[in-house]
Nanobody, 124 residues
Framework: QLAESGGNLVQPGGSLVLSCVAS????????IGWFRQVPGKEREGVAC??????????YYGNFVKGRFNISRDNLRGEVYLHMNNLQPEDTATYYC?????????????????WGNGTPVTVSS
């Protein structure tokens, strides 16, 4: 089960930290990704963390441009998305997705489980 939290209203240039609690997942054995969706548009990948050990591989969407950082806490079973310099175009519902155990490919189509999302609004 995946549960996102941390979405909020923030001014342009502001920051947020989103959290995904991945209950029942051993984070070493699943790729966990953040995705976002605006009504009427396709869901897109934001960031993903995959791989075993203390230095997993991280992937980011091209639009992130160094503003976001994905991290995970294996002991807590949580994956975080630190977002800085947020802009109005970042407004969306952000979803957490996870692959099946033993699958490390971060593509959205490879995600097997999804949370219900947390809304982020960037506006002055």
């Amino acid at each position: 089960q995946l549960a996102e939290s941390g979405g909020n209203l923030v001014q342009p240039g502001g920051s947020l930290v989103l959290s995904c609690v991945a209950s029942g997942f051993d984070l070493d054995y699943h790729a966990i990704g953040w995705f976002r969706q605006v009504p009427g548009k396709e869901r897109e990948g934001v960031a993903c963390v995959s791989g075993r050990g203390p230095n997993p591989t991280k992937y980011y969407g091209n639009f992130v441009k160094g503003r976001f950082n994905i991290s995970r806490d294996n002991l807590r079973g949580e994956v975080y998305l630190h977002m800085n310099n947020l802009q109005p175009e970042d407004t969306a519902t952000y979803y957490c997705g996870a692959t099946k155990r033993g699958s490390y490919y971060c593509a959205m189509g490879n995600m097997n489980s999804w949370g219900n999302g947390t809304p982020v609004t960037v506006s002055s």
